[in-house]
């Protein structure tokens, strides 16, 4: 199976730009999908296909893609933004490609 | 507007059995991957099983292979999770997710989640 690499924890000001990356090796072949979840709630898909943004979620979410590396950008972060985020991504070459990352706490400062 | 609806879960013993449903409407089930994803208290997403449009493609995390059956019910736009054998390790809410699929010459296939249900808790304990 592959794996997805995510830091524990990325603190963030209000109105800073807020990055947290997703590291694996079957992201040089795949897509990277970018999920919120506020404690208590399911999960909201953020960011589709590295970049792609789902009707109603704000502009100030993005996505970008280097190599094993995928990045989620969220600009002008507010106090909402606040919350876990999981990447995932598919291999299509694994046993069972579907895989989530550990999840990284945002916190708002 | 898209809705998923879980119910079935409950507190077990462990070696116990439940069946989870996940009712979709405002959508095309028939023609929808659809997924089960869970999450076990204070830990991160896992991906359980997923099961193509027509019911025979299925697939398990090897956690629950030969233990979990994933199947669905198109014409009540229906999904299921019959969960047996079951353990302490399988305590978790349980999500039923829209599985979008995407098929390119490049990688393969890719899918995204772009929907979820609000979860049902299984607790698996004596």
């Known amino acids: 199976s592959s794996e997805l690499t995510q830091p524990p924890s990325v603190s963030v000001s209000p109105g800073q730009t807020a990055r947290i990356t997703c590291s694996g090796d079957?992201?040089?072949?795949?897509?990277a999908h970018w999920y919120q979840q506020k404690p208590g709630q399911a999960p909201v898909l953020v960011i589709y296909?590295?970049?792609e943004r789902p009707p109603g979620i704000p502009e100030r979410f993005s996505g970008s893609s280097a190599g094993t590396t995928v990045t989620l950008a969220i600009s002008g972060v507010q106090a909402e933004d606040e919350a876990d985020y999981y990447c995932q991504s598919t291999d299509s070459s694994g046993t069972y490609p579907w895989v989530f990352g550990g999840g990284t706490k945002l916190t708002v400062l | 507007e898209v809705q998923l609806m879980e119910s079935g879960g409950d507190m077990v013993q462990p070696g116990g059995s439940l069946r989870l449903s996940c009712a979709g409407s405002g959508f095309t089930f028939s023609s929808s991957w659809m997924t089960w994803v869970r999450q076990a208290p204070g830990k991160g997403l896992e991906w359980v099983a997923n099961?193509?449009?027509?019911?025979?493609?299925?697939y398990y995390v090897d956690s629950v292979k030969g233990r979990f059956t994933i199947s669905r019910d198109n014409a009540q736009s229906s999904l299921f999770l019959q969960m047996n054998s079951l353990r302490a390790e399988d305590t978790a809410v349980y999500y039923c997710?829209?599985?979008?699929?995407?098929?390119?010459?490049?990688?393969?296939?890719?899918?995204?989640?772009?929907?979820w249900g609000q979860g049902t808790l299984v607790t698996v304990s004596s």
């Open positions: 099961i193509d449009q027509h019911g025979t493609e299925k």
């Open positions: 079957a992201l040089t072949k795949q897509y």
């Open positions: 296909e590295d970049s």
């Open positions: 997710a829209r599985d979008i699929r995407g098929y390119y010459d490049s990688i393969g296939f890719s899918d995204y989640f772009d929907y």
